[in-house]
């Protein structure tokens, strides 16, 4: 079993910075695909972006190419999402995911655990 805690959310102006970060318990974080998503009030939940276990390759949705990025450290079992240029459309609360299968993946079915979110909101 996999447990997932983010932290980092809150309340920043257009054009700020937040820096998530998901730590995870268990001692399998090493081989697991992680991923970001993010869901807006009355939206469905998105994709955000995905590390591979080794943390070699990242992938983003296009709305955050650029803005965003991915990392994380397999000593200390914590991913990271570097959010810069926050704009009022990413405000949403963010999930930590882990993947058994260690690919890097777009899919919320690949994602076997799941934290509780964390709430950025970005005002205008």
């Known amino acids: 079993q996999v447990q997932l805690v983010e932290s980092g959310g809150g309340l920043v102006q257009t054009g700020g910075s937040l820096r998530l970060s998901c730590a995870a318990s268990?001692?399998?974080?090493?081989?697991?695909?992680m991923g970001w998503f993010r869901q807006a009030p009355e939206k469905e939940r998105e994709f955000v972006a995905a590390?591979?276990?080794?943390?070699?390759?990242?992938y983003y949705e296009d709305s955050v190419k650029g803005r965003f990025t991915i990392s994380r450290d397999n000593v200390k079992n914590t991913v990271y999402l570097q959010m810069n240029s926050l704009k009022p459309e990413d405000t949403a609360v963010y999930y930590c995911?882990?993947?058994?299968?260690?690919?890097?993946?777009?899919?919320?079915?690949?994602?076997?655990?799941w934290g509780q979110g964390t709430k950025v909101t970005v005002s205008s």
């Open positions: 995911a882990a993947g058994r299968a260690g690919a890097i993946s777009f899919r919320s079915i690949d994602y076997d655990y």
């Open positions: 268990g001692r399998t974080f090493s081989s697991m695909g």
């Open positions: 590390i591979s276990s080794g943390g070699y390759n990242q």
